[in-house]
């Protein structure tokens, strides 16, 4: 039996993302870990995966902090194309953690949302 390919991207600084990972793991799966902010997204990256989440770019807007207001992007009528150029510009912006799993792609918050994509251990 072949192990899924699991991807992780991963912020080790967001309790979110720790406890995702810890769950993955738990679950007898060993994910490749994405540090997203050491290795930023690619505009084609992020585009696939808003794709296969079936999200645009404000669903994963992450406002908490202080620089989508700085860059003005918490205004209405901020269009995708700015938010996925300021996404890729600065990684940060991107809600995390996301999850890839042969079942899926999520945006694991809640954390609980990885259970909807991991595999089952037979």
Known sequence: MTTPSITL???PACSTSRQVLAMIRDAGFEPQVVEYLKTPYTRE???SLLQAMGLGPRAVL???GDLAGELGLDRP????ETLLQAM???PVLVERPIVVTP???????PKERV???LPSRA
């Open 9 to 11: 991207f991963h912020n």
């Open 45 to 47: 990256q992020l585009s």
């Open 103 to 109: 079942l899926g792609t999520r945006l694991c918050r």
């Open 77 to 80: 009528g901020v269009d995708d």
């Open 115 to 117: 259970l909807e994509v």
């Open 88 to 90: 890729v510009a600065h």
């Open 62 to 64: 992450r406002t908490k």
